[in-house]
């Protein structure tokens, strides 16, 4: 399973999106308002479960703020820290 997918599985299930499927999820979608849908709060619950799934700590608004662009933007962010650990 890549990332990407990996990632759509945990925000359906960590975030209760129990109303969409993985493939309903379009990569390139926005996370917050149109696109998913996802909140400030959500944002949060972002951070917490991009630590507790993959073991990396977002500390910077700014990292965080373009990581958290779309799915893809998401998935390539992890690819590249995990790559670099």
């Known amino acids: 399973m890549n990332t990407k997918e990996k990632l759509k599985k945990i925000l359906i299930t960590d ?3 129990e109303e969409l499927a ?3 999820i379009d990569d ?3 996370l917050f308002g ?3 849908g996802l909140d400030s709060l959500d ?3 972002l ?3 991009i630590q507790k799934h993959f073991g990396i700590e977002i500390k910077d608004m700014e ?3 373009s990581a958290f662009q779309s799915i893809e933007a998401l998935a390539a962010y992890i690819d590249r820290r995990l790559a670099a650990a």
Do not use: F, K
């Open 43 to 45: 944002a949060v619950e």
């Open 63 to 65: 990292e965080g703020r």
């Open 28 to 30: 390139s979608a926005p």
């Open 34 to 36: 149109e696109g998913l």
């Open 22 to 24: 993985p493939e309903d």
């Open 47 to 49: 951070v917490v479960i």
């Open 15 to 17: 975030l209760n999106l």
